[in-house]
T-cell receptor, first 111, second 114 residues
Framework: GDSVTQMEGPVTLSEEAFLTINCTYT??????LFWYVQYPGEGLQLLLK?????DKGSNKGFEATYRKETTSFHLEKGSVQVSDSAVYFC??????????FGTGTSLTVIP | NAGVTQTPKFQVLKTGQSMTLQCAQD?????MYWYRQDPGMGLRLIYY???????DKGEVPNGYNVSRLNKREFSLRLESAAPSQTSVYFC?????????????FGSGTQLSVL
């Protein structure tokens, strides 16, 4: 079945450090790919998305590129801030409109 | 614009009790979903509904029932709660139009079953 595997955390970085969170997926057909972010006590919010191969999603300094050849959608940010501390989820939406999520990666950024 | 509204926010049940989690969206979305979130497990799909009057099982449907009352509302029922159902539950909806594929989440229900 369809699934998402993402890098386990927790991840702790100093402010202004470079961030990478790895995500790979398994799916038939051509899924859409997403990164969601969850702040403490809240529901998930869409961070960015890509709907076809080689698309790059970007938002708030975060980027991820849909790589079909490696079935990956890694999240990157060049310089993290304390306000980026949250849990990040990689997800896919398959051709049946079902969404599948990874296990989440907790990020803590320290000043 | 309220988005996705879930009630209650917190609930404590004893083993064997029943309850219904309510969810409503005001965005005229076709699809609605129920997820549970557990530490180290991420979000797992319990049930989803692609349109009014239709429901389908997700990854972890056992012990749950759902009802898509109308286009706005999608409820989740625990008939006989078990400690394994202690979790945070999220309702979500999506529009499904091409280019509009994203989930909107409610703020969650924290359920403890003793």
């Amino acid at each position: 079945g369809d699934s998402v595997t993402q890098m386990e955390g927790p991840v702790t970085l100093s402010e202004e450090a470079f961030l990478t969170i790895n995500c790979t997926y398994t799916a038939t057909g051509y899924p859409s790919l997403f990164w969601y972010v969850q702040y403490p006590g809240e529901g998930l919010q869409l961070l960015l998305k890509a709907t076809k191969a080689d698309d790059k999603g970007s938002n708030k300094g975060f980027e991820a590129t849909y790589r079909k050849e490696t079935t990956s959608f890694h999240l990157e940010k060049g310089s993290v801030q304390v306000s980026d501390s949250a849990v990040y989820f990689c997800a896919l939406r398959n051709t049946g409109n079902q969404f599948y999520f990874g296990t989440g990666t907790s990020l803590t950024v320290i000043p | 614009n309220a988005g996705v509204t879930q009630t209650p926010k917190f609930q404590v049940l004893k083993t064997g009790q029943s309850m219904t989690l309510q969810c409503a969206q005001d965005m005229n979305h076709n699809s609605m979903y129920w997820y549970r979130q557990d530490p180290g497990m991420g979000l797992r799909l319990i049930y989803y509904s692609a349109s009014e009057g239709t429901t389908d099982k997700g990854e972890v449907p056992n012990g749950y029932n759902v009802s898509r009352l109308n286009k706005r509302e999608f409820s989740l029922r625990l008939e006989s709660a078990a400690p394994s159902q202690t979790s945070v539950y999220f309702c979500a909806s999506s529009k499904d139009d091409r280019g509009e594929e994203k989930l909107f989440f409610g703020s969650g229900t924290q359920l403890s079953v003793l």
